[in-house]
């Protein structure tokens, strides 16, 4: 606890609401969301997240981000509940149900239960839900709400005005096995997109960082986005390392695998 606590900059304190938003808060800007294993065509390993996420100075994806802060937060004190969720986001409107591939977390406090998911990439949740159908919640980037049909939640963000739907999910508790499950069909399947391509996200005080392939872009809350073509691996891996604070000595054969994107 020591060491993620010192990762995301966050002082140990009671597992109450207030902490509850500094891990989230922390979490999401410290640790960044990327998918370099799966593009290297490294195994991920569920049972090595605070190994590489704590001590290596890696990020990873939602399973990772999700299963360190669900392991951090029950450290703490909280009561968590892994569920997972099928991603709509970018998706037509009439798409067929996707696979669960993304996981979050439900977080029950005194005062009732709550939503968590620090591993969304690029439209990452960076605040703490209330478990509360229709009601616009704030976080230190864009406004979110909650909406439920059926027992069906699903998760929106205010984007440019625009409510955006992010993916839907159901309360029914996921064991381990369902976890791995997803993890391994997304960072496997050979259309999987981190197999396929690069990314890389991670959100600071008024403003997102996202990196898609060769295309960096940082979008700010209060200002037009800025948005440009990197020319060169060794221009990637700077980035990698200055914007989204991730340590690559464990990858010495990213830069060779960066040049599938040119």
Known sequence: MDAYLARIGVAHGPPDLAMLRAVVTGHTRSIAFENLDPFTGRDVDLDGVTAKMVHGGRGGYCFEHNLLLQEALDALGYRTTALTARVVWSRPADAPPGARTHMLLRVDLDTGPHVVDVGFGGQTLTGVLALRPDVEQATPHEAYRLREEAGTWTMQALVGGTWRS?????????????????????SRHPASHFVTGLVAARPAEGRRHNLGGRTLSTHHLDAPSEIRELASPAEIMRELEETFLLTLSELPDLGTALKRLF
């Open 166 to 186: 992010l993916y839907r999910f159901d309360l029914t508790p996921q064991v381990r096995a369902d976890l791995e499950m997803g993890s391994f069909y997304v």
